[in-house]
């Protein structure tokens, strides 16, 4: 049983905060013990761990000094070091003053230490971002593994109208006549599945129990949702996983590819759905939408969309994937979110696509609730990708993110002095305003877009 798909019973609103508030704190937790963990390793004494901001719920020190504390507001947190002002990590000059003329001490505050291990402990927070996607990553993919050849059945998904012979375990040889070729050689599974016939079923050649034979079943790509994009229109509407859509406008429909054509033609007018759940064909009217997407040459087009994802009529057999193997596959995904991030951002600086791709807090909650809505899995998916996105906001050369801290040491590894002390305030308190004035932005474009 998977409990994270139960607790949308909890309330809607109630819901959504909480998983918001999971989210976030899952990492935040991990960037700010990144600081903390190498701040440590390279001798910065931290004097306060807190998640979150504002008034105190639950604090302790640690047997080194360390205050760990909970705040009320969960939207947020910071490590303070010795010799910080703030949570930016702004210049204590009175602190600096008193260390001054003890060395040891002076070596314990994150602006006296060497200028090694202060870029080692400001780089790390976003670094623990990426590892924590990673092994996210990792693990998924473990879980899932990768899909055994010869193609087997796993389990059967339900179908309505449809005579399904095929059982766990067949192996499938060919599908209306045309031999399956391996699921790893993506042209040749691109064109096999592009030249199958459409019709509510077809006949499948299966090796059963060391014995060769030919069954019914349903085709191999039917309307069926595998899942549900979030904010999207199928969202909106109560479209859920599971469903299968059989008509749109009347018109019967047997393939995934079938409604995807209907969709794209139709140019962003209401379609009628038929949709068969549990048994029961129920009637929705929803309108598509356009939706800017990635393409494999690392620009965007701009498609009209409903927000479902289809899949095959029954859950592939499996085989465990190494562990190496998934390591390098979570890299993998990690770097393919960071290329997929800048590419939006380049694109909506240069207005090849809408600012209102850019999501606030309200569009993060709306998404983290329906990511947990749809199974342990896809909320796992969605902290690893918003970890990923965090981690590289956290690198841009803004003052008062970690990126601009490392642009100040870069210059003082370059020049051989720090940038004067007064002309560090002005750059921190331009780059907070930056900053919450993107924050501001974006919450626009939830409330507007």
Known sequence: MDVISLLP??????????????VLSVIVAVHEYGHYIVGRWSGIHAEVFSLGFGPVLWSRVDKRGTRWQIAALPFGGF???????????????????????????LRRTMHGAPLWARSATVAAGPVFNFILSAVIFCAILMAEGTIREPLTVGSVMPLPGVENQLREGDEILAIAGSDVPDFSDRDAWSDFTEALPIA??????????GEVQQVTGPILSPPLVRSVAPRSAASDIGIAQGDVITAVDGQPIFAFSELKDLVESGEGKVLLLDIWRDGQTLEFALAPRAT??????????????????????????????GLGEAAWGGVRQVAAVIEMSLSGLKHMITGAISTCNLSGPIGIAETSSSMA????????RFIAVISTAVGLMNLFPVPALDGGHLVFYAYEAVVGRPPHDRALQLLMTLGIALVLTMMLFALGNDIFC
């Open 200 to 209: 509510q079923d077809l006949t499948y050649t299966v090796e059963r129990a």
């Open 373 to 380: 809505r749809q199974g342990g899995e896809s909320f796992l």
């Open 79 to 105: 490590v303070k070091f010795l010799g910080d002002s703030n949570a930016a990590s702004g210049k204590d000059a009175d602190a600096m003053a008193a260390a001054e003329g003890d060395a040891k001490a």
């Open 292 to 321: 800017d997407e990635p393409q494999p040459d690392g620009g965007f087009a701009t498609q009209w969309r409903i927000g479902i994802v289809g899949g095959m009529a029954f859950d592939p057999g499996t085989e465990t994937m």
């Open 9 to 22: 019973q909890v309330g809607g609103l109630a819901f959504t905060i909480i998983t918001f508030v999971a």
